[in-house]
Nanobody, 123 residues
C-alpha cells in the first residue's frame, strides 16, 4: 500500500489549494480515504473522508464549507480542495486509507498513511 500526497506549498491567506493523494497497492474501490493534518505541537486533526466505492463523504465541523473532498477512480486519486485559506491552516496534510466500511475522520481507524505534504499560509 502506498499513498503519495502532493499539492502543498506556500500560499497567501485567502487563496486556495488542491491537494492530491495517489493510491496504489490495493483495490481503490474497496476502501475509505481520509485527509488529516498536523500542525507543530498539535495533535493530528481529522478533516474529511470519502468512500471510494460510492463517493460518500464526511467532514469535520471545523472545515465544512471551505474544504471539499473528491476522488477520481480512474486515477486512484483523492483530492482535497481548500478555499479561503487561513494562517491556522498551516500544517502537514496527510492522506490515509481505512479498509473497514464506513467513513469516519478518526485517525485510529486508518491503517496506512502517506508521507504528508506541507501547507504554509502566510498572512
Amino acid at each position: 500500500v502506498q499513498l503519495v500526497e502532493s499539492g502543498g506549498g506556500l500560499v497567501q491567506a485567502g487563496g486556495s489549494l488542491r491537494l492530491s493523494c495517489v493510491a496504489s497497492g490495493f483495490t481503490f474501490d474497496n476502501f475509505v480515504i481520509g485527509w488529516f493534518r498536523q500542525a507543530p505541537g498539535q495533535e493530528r486533526e481529522g478533516l474529511s473522508c470519502i468512500a471510494s466505492s460510492d463517493g460518500s463523504t464526511r467532514y469535520a465541523d471545523s472545515v465544512k464549507g471551505r474544504f471539499t473532498i473528491s476522488r477520481d477512480r480512474a486515477r486512484s486519486t483523492v483530492y482535497l480542495e481548500i478555499n479561503a485559506l487561513k494562517p491556522e491552516d498551516t500544517a502537514v496534510y496527510y492522506c490515509a486509507v481505512d479498509g473497514t466500511p464506513g467513513c469516519a475522520v478518526v485517525a485510529e481507524e486508518y491503517d496506512y498513511w502517506g508521507q504528508g505534504t506541507q501547507v504554509t499560509v502566510s498572512s
